[in-house]
């Protein structure tokens, strides 16, 4: 009897149990991103393997090794190669840039022992551990899929997976819930379909190969009854995809497809219509299933397409990115800079500011390159020409075809995403190719002699060895970058003492010493002790800026250090560098107020006139600094002079001159800003605010409203004419001007503003219910403390107090908790106020029956009249 037809060891089907656990638990654990994932992956693959050996020994079959294996089992022994300690010497050969932060930043501290290649070797155990699960599980696969009803059992499993992802997610959008079983909500995601999976392209790469395999298994399964499961398996797989709003998952799952149809065409034979026939039914069904998908999501997916639709905004995404990764990879050629250190390493070589921490580069070449070098590119050669092997056997069914299109579409998707890095979609590949890189039963005995390996005790002795040291490496792989940063910030945070501090920062940096954020945070601790401290503070801060040259919060920490050793100079070029990597409030704010002379803001201003003008404002917006704002701004203009934005500078000048009362100043500057950009609208607008400025305000008032008659669609200028007539008691005009472009505001902000300037027109009318209307929209529109403190008055005045100190307690909860107790006075006195009035009032019922009786039929207290 044939192979296929035997039956199975129990230890096989053993294995096989454990290979289904290990398909299902990895999606569970949020797509293998869950911490604990790793205990049970190293486990049930270690198992599985184990079990398979026994299986085959029993049954007398020797285990066979696809070439497919070897970048599996040679990325393991690169990994174990990364964490050996290594001496100074040969650290220099194998990883110069290694031995580069040894000697820069991790000797002088006093940790010079051997250090090994990985610059992050907790997360290299990690990764050892996860590479050698995930030999072990395609090696059990490779075995256990030599019965035809395992392996098809398996990749029902990897099928139905797939599809009960899907309704999951279903099921959570009819609930409306947009948390993971109501219990569990994504902190730094917003899934368009809420799964286990908080990334969308890891869940359309995960769903897209289970669809795959559910179409190879619909097209391969007889009768035909009993293939509908599985179509139907696909097409919610399918509809995953789409729902998923990945545009690079949808894009190659649909590449995936209709390569499975190219390779059906080409294998296609005289006299096979019907199973061609079959084949175009049940792709036609995805593709129905996929259309009525597209259809439901078709707004969304339209915003994702158009959020891609040309290549400036291709360029800016994540191939950007691209060009700062290879540098990085060059720089560690031999072995890389450790598997799983691509976090904490690559902020050194990052010349572009990003607010988003960088865990992977997104690429499976760059992630080969960087993480292991040159071998790295080799391995991923060699398991491209295994792949390719697979391709060109001549014996490939439907269903192996079906699976080889999947994991092709998969690996080209992982050129832009890296769901390969999880266990969810990692084991589920390497399963299926498996089951396609199992031994062909035809030849088996000749085979089995030529590529197979007999299941010795000592073989079998070695998978319990090797099981055991990937459960081992998750001891030291325990250690991770976000609970060490997480653990010095909370010292630092909660004062600890400095020493206490400083120690643990030398333990957690001799573990994870490329993580700059460690040095950062013990300069902070140092550098709460002022300038007694402000050497050490330098000390670290140099550190984590060589790992982080663009860090815009270690620049600032080393500002403040400077100027506390009195290098006011490279202080301020700190700051320059803090502004210049993102860190506007570095610059603009702190800088700011410690700059004393035009020279030391120069030394902070960047190369752009736009910079110096807000420089300028911040200066003029301080009080007791417009002189030196004055001052900085004529030497803006002329180190500027001849770049655009310069005219900015001069009208800047000009209305500070306006704000200080210096007329004839404030008309040069505003010469300037004619003669350089005459036909501009903001220009015009200065002359009008200089004509203002020398009292003439009907002549301004008139340059203003030609101004509205030129640009009607102008709503910035119709605030400015409002305003400007509300400051002459036009309060009609200024409505007027006000609802002639309601029509054209569709900004929450600008339609909270045209009904304060509307409120403010009613107020000085004496129409104080009616202000009270539109400053309650305004502040509902766009809440702040400042929008309800102004209604707030306004019912005060109407002696509604009960609604005032609501008002007050709404914006309360906006202000910060500092600065609450003058609000918390006010609305205390609100309630005391309106006590006293129904107090009052109860008394005067009290005394005068009729009124009371002329009260309940009126239907409660009336409040008495203000407005005439």
């Given at each position: 009897?044939?192979?296929?037809?035997?039956?199975?060891?129990?230890?096989?089907?053993?294995?096989?149990?454990?290979?289904?656990?290990?398909v299902v638990v990895c999606p569970l654990a949020l797509g293998g991103a869950a911490r604990w994932v790793a205990w049970p992956l190293m486990g049930l693959a270690g198992a599985a393997a184990l079990l398979a050996g026994i299986g085959?020994?029993?049954?007398?079959?020797?285990?066979?090794?696809?070439?497919?294996?070897?970048?599996?089992?040679?990325?393991?022994?690169?990994?174990?190669?990364?964490?050996?300690?290594?001496?100074?010497?040969?650290?220099?050969?194998?990883?110069?840039?290694?031995?580069?932060?040894?000697?820069?930043?991790?000797?002088?501290?006093?940790?010079?022992?051997?250090?090994?290649?990985?610059?992050?070797?907790?997360?290299?155990?990690?990764?050892?551990?996860?590479?050698?699960?995930?030999?072990?599980?395609?090696?059990?696969?490779?075995?256990?899929?030599?019965?035809?009803?395992?392996?098809?059992?398996?990749?029902?499993?990897?099928?139905?997976?797939?599809?009960?992802?899907?309704?999951?997610?279903?099921?959570?959008?009819?609930?409306?819930?947009?948390?993971?079983?109501?219990?569990?909500?994504?902190?730094?995601?917003?899934?368009?379909?809420?799964?286990?999976?908080?990334?969308?392209?890891?869940?359309?790469?995960?769903?897209?190969?289970?669809?795959?395999?559910?179409?190879?298994?619909?097209?391969?399964?007889?009768?035909?009854?009993?293939?509908?499961?599985?179509?139907?398996?696909?097409?919610?797989?399918?509809?995953?995809?789409?729902?998923?709003?990945?545009?690079?998952?949808?894009?190659?799952?649909?590449?995936?497809?209709?390569?499975?149809?190219?390779?059906?065409?080409?294998?296609?034979?005289?006299?096979?219509?019907?199973?061609?026939?079959?084949?175009?039914?049940?792709?036609?069904?995805?593709?129905?299933?996929?259309?009525?998908?597209?259809?439901?999501?078709?707004?969304?997916?339209?915003?994702?397409?158009?959020?891609?639709?040309?290549?400036?905004?291709?360029?800016?995404?994540?191939?950007?990115?691209?060009?700062?990764?290879?540098?990085?990879?060059?720089?560690?050629?031999?072995?890389?800079?450790?598997?799983?250190?691509?976090?904490?390493?690559?902020?050194?070589?990052?010349?572009?500011?990003?607010?988003?921490?960088?865990?992977?580069?997104?690429?499976?070449?760059?992630?080969?390159?960087?993480?292991?070098?040159?071998?790295?590119?080799?391995?991923?050669?060699?398991?491209?020409?295994?792949?390719?092997?697979?391709?060109?056997?001549?014996?490939?069914?439907?269903?192996?075809?079906?699976?080889?299109?999947?994991?092709?579409?998969?690996?080209?998707?992982?050129?832009?995403?890296?769901?390969?890095?999880?266990?969810?979609?990692?084991?589920?590949?390497?399963?299926?190719?498996?089951?396609?890189?199992?031994?062909?039963?035809?030849?088996?005995?000749?085979?089995?002699?030529?590529?197979?390996?007999?299941?010795?005790?000592?073989?079998?002795?070695?998978?319990?060895?090797?099981?055991?040291?990937?459960?081992?490496?998750?001891?030291?792989?325990?250690?991770?970058?976000?609970?060490?940063?997480?653990?010095?910030?909370?010292?630092?945070?909660?004062?600890?003492?400095?020493?206490?501090?400083?120690?643990?920062?030398?333990?957690?940096?001799?573990?994870?010493?490329?993580?700059?954020?460690?040095?950062?945070?013990?300069?902070?601790?140092?550098?709460?002790?002022?300038?007694?401290?402000?050497?050490?503070?330098?000390?670290?801060?140099?550190?984590?800026?060589?790992?982080?040259?663009?860090?815009?919060?270690?620049?600032?920490?080393?500002?403040?250090?400077?100027?506390?050793?009195?290098?006011?100079?490279?202080?301020?070029?700190?700051?320059?560098?803090?502004?210049?990597?993102?860190?506007?409030?570095?610059?603009?704010?702190?800088?700011?107020?410690?700059?004393?002379?035009?020279?030391?803001?120069?030394?902070?201003?960047?190369?752009?006139?736009?910079?110096?003008?807000?420089?300028?404002?911040?200066?003029?917006?301080?009080?007791?600094?417009?002189?030196?704002?004055?001052?900085?701004?004529?030497?803006?203009?002329?180190?500027?002079?001849?770049?655009?934005?310069?005219?900015?500078?001069?009208?800047?000048?000009?209305?500070?001159?306006?704000?200080?009362?210096?007329?004839?100043?404030?008309?040069?500057?505003?010469?300037?800003?004619?003669?350089?950009?005459?036909?501009?609208?903001?220009?015009?607008?200065?002359?009008?605010?200089?004509?203002?400025?020398?009292?003439?305000?009907?002549?301004?008032?008139?340059?203003?409203?030609?101004?509205?008659?030129?640009?009607?669609?102008?709503?910035?200028?119709?605030?400015?004419?409002?305003?400007?007539?509300?400051?002459?008691?036009?309060?009609?005009?200024?409505?007027?001007?006000?609802?002639?472009?309601?029509?054209?505001?569709?900004?929450?902000?600008?339609?909270?503003?045209?009904?304060?300037?509307?409120?403010?027109?009613?107020?000085?009318?004496?129409?104080?219910?009616?202000?009270?209307?539109?400053?309650?929209?305004?502040?509902?529109?766009?809440?702040?403390?400042?929008?309800?403190?102004?209604?707030?008055?306004?019912?005060?005045?109407?002696?509604?107090?009960?609604?005032?100190?609501?008002?007050?307690?709404?914006?309360?909860?906006?202000?910060?908790?500092?600065?609450?107790?003058?609000?918390?006075?006010?609305?205390?006195?609100?309630?005391?106020?309106?006590?006293?009035?129904?107090?009052?009032?109860?008394?005067?019922?009290?005394?005068?029956?009729?009124?009371?009786?002329?009260?309940?039929?009126?239907?409660?207290?009336?409040?008495?009249?203000?407005?005439?």
């Amino acid at each position: 009897m044939a192979p296929s037809h035997r039956s199975c060891s129990r230890y096989t089907r053993l294995a096989e149990v454990a290979l289904a656990t290990l398909v299902v638990v990895c999606p569970l654990a949020l797509g293998g991103a869950a911490r604990w994932v790793a205990w049970p992956l190293m486990g049930l693959a270690g198992a599985a393997a184990l079990l398979a050996g026994i299986g085959a020994r029993r049954q007398g079959q020797s285990l066979r090794v696809p070439l497919l294996a070897v970048p599996l089992a040679a990325s393991v022994v690169l990994c174990a190669v990364q964490l050996v300690p290594l001496p100074e010497g040969v650290l220099r050969v194998l990883s110069p840039e290694a031995a580069a932060l040894r000697e820069f930043a991790l000797e002088p501290l006093g940790l010079t022992g051997a250090r090994p290649v990985s610059l992050d070797s907790s997360a290299t155990w990690r990764e050892l551990s996860k590479h050698l699960a995930y030999l072990m599980t395609f090696l059990a696969a490779v075995q256990v899929c030599r019965a035809r009803d395992s392996r098809r059992r398996l990749l029902a499993v990897v099928a139905f997976s797939g599809a009960a992802v899907v309704v999951v997610g279903l099921g959570h959008a009819l609930l409306g819930m947009h948390s993971l079983f109501g219990m569990m909500p994504w902190v730094h995601a917003r899934p368009p379909l809420m799964t286990f999976f908080a990334n969308p392209n890891h869940l359309a790469g995960f769903l897209g190969l289970a669809a795959s395999v559910g179409v190879g298994l619909a097209l391969t399964t007889r009768p035909r009854s009993k293939a509908l499961p599985f179509a139907l398996a696909a097409g919610a797989s399918g509809l995953g995809v789409l729902l998923s709003l990945s545009r690079g998952g949808i894009a190659f799952f649909l590449f995936g497809q209709a390569l499975l149809m190219l390779w059906l065409v080409r294998q296609r034979r005289e006299g096979g219509a019907p199973r061609w026939a079959r084949s175009t039914a049940a792709l036609l069904g995805l593709l129905a299933v996929l259309a009525v998908g597209a259809y439901v999501a078709a707004d969304s997916l339209w915003a994702e397409a158009r959020s891609a639709n040309s290549i400036e905004k291709l360029s800016q995404s994540k191939v950007a990115l691209w060009p700062m990764m290879a540098q990085a990879a060059r720089a560690f050629p031999v072995l890389g800079m450790g598997r799983g250190a691509f976090e904490a390493v690559f902020p050194r070589y990052q010349s572009e500011p990003n607010p988003n921490t960088l865990t992977h580069p997104e690429n499976a070449v760059l992630q080969a390159a960087t993480e292991l070098g040159l071998p790295g590119l080799l391995l991923l050669a060699v398991a491209l020409w295994g792949f390719v092997r697979l391709v060109r056997r001549e014996d490939l069914d439907a269903l192996e075809l079906a699976v080889l299109s999947g994991v092709a579409a998969l690996g080209l998707h992982n050129l832009f995403d890296f769901s390969w890095e999880l266990p969810a979609c990692a084991v589920a590949t390497l399963l299926v190719l498996g089951a396609v890189a199992r031994p062909r039963e035809r030849g088996r005995a000749t085979e089995g002699a030529r590529q197979g390996l007999t299941p010795s005790p000592v073989l079998l002795g070695a998978s319990v060895a090797l099981t055991a040291l990937g459960l081992l490496a998750l001891v030291p792989g325990a250690h991770r970058l976000a609970d060490a940063e997480a653990e010095l910030a909370a010292l630092v945070s909660a004062r600890a003492p400095v020493d206490v501090v400083h120690a643990k920062g030398l333990e957690l940096i001799d573990r994870h010493p490329s993580d700059y954020l460690l040095y950062r945070l013990v300069a902070s601790a140092h550098a709460s002790r002022g300038g007694e401290g402000a050497g050490d503070t330098l000390a670290f801060v140099n550190r984590a800026l060589y790992l982080a040259p663009r860090d815009a919060v270690s620049h600032r920490v080393a500002g403040r250090a400077l100027l506390a050793l009195g290098r006011r100079s490279q202080g301020f070029l700190e700051y320059r560098l803090a502004g210049e990597a993102g860190d506007a409030g570095a610059l603009l704010g702190e800088a700011v107020r410690r700059a004393h002379s035009v020279e030391e803001l120069a030394t902070m201003t960047p190369d752009s006139p736009e910079v110096a003008g807000r420089l300028m404002d911040a200066l003029s917006n301080t009080p007791g600094r417009q002189e030196l704002a004055l001052v900085y701004g004529a030497w803006a203009r002329e180190h500027f002079e001849g770049r655009h934005g310069v005219t900015e500078l001069w009208t800047r000048e000009a209305r500070l001159r306006l704000l200080r009362k210096e007329l004839l100043e404030a008309e040069a500057a505003c010469a300037q800003v004619e003669r350089r950009e005459p036909e501009r609208l903001d220009t015009a607008l200065l002359r009008a605010e200089v004509l203002k400025g020398r009292g003439e305000l009907d002549a301004s008032l008139g340059a203003v409203e030609a101004l509205r008659a030129r640009h009607p669609g102008n709503v910035e200028l119709a605030f400015t004419l409002a305003s400007w007539q509300l400051e002459a008691g036009l309060t009609r005009r200024a409505r007027e001007t006000l609802q002639s472009v309601g029509g054209l505001i569709s900004d929450y902000r600008q339609r909270a503003r045209m009904l304060s300037m509307e409120a403010d027109g009613l107020e000085r009318e004496g129409l104080l219910s009616r202000a009270v209307e539109r400053r309650q929209t305004a502040a509902r529109l766009v809440p702040s403390a400042e929008g309800y403190f102004a209604v707030a008055r306004l019912q005060e005045s109407l002696r509604r107090y009960d609604a005032a100190a609501r008002s007050v307690r709404e914006g309360l909860g906006l202000l910060p908790p500092d600065s609450r107790e003058a609000a918390r006075a006010w609305m205390t006195r609100l309630e005391s106020a309106e006590r006293t009035r129904v107090d009052t009032r109860r008394k005067e019922l009290m005394d005068d029956p009729r009124a009371q009786e002329l009260e309940h039929l009126l239907g409660g207290p009336r409040e008495p009249p203000v407005e005439p």
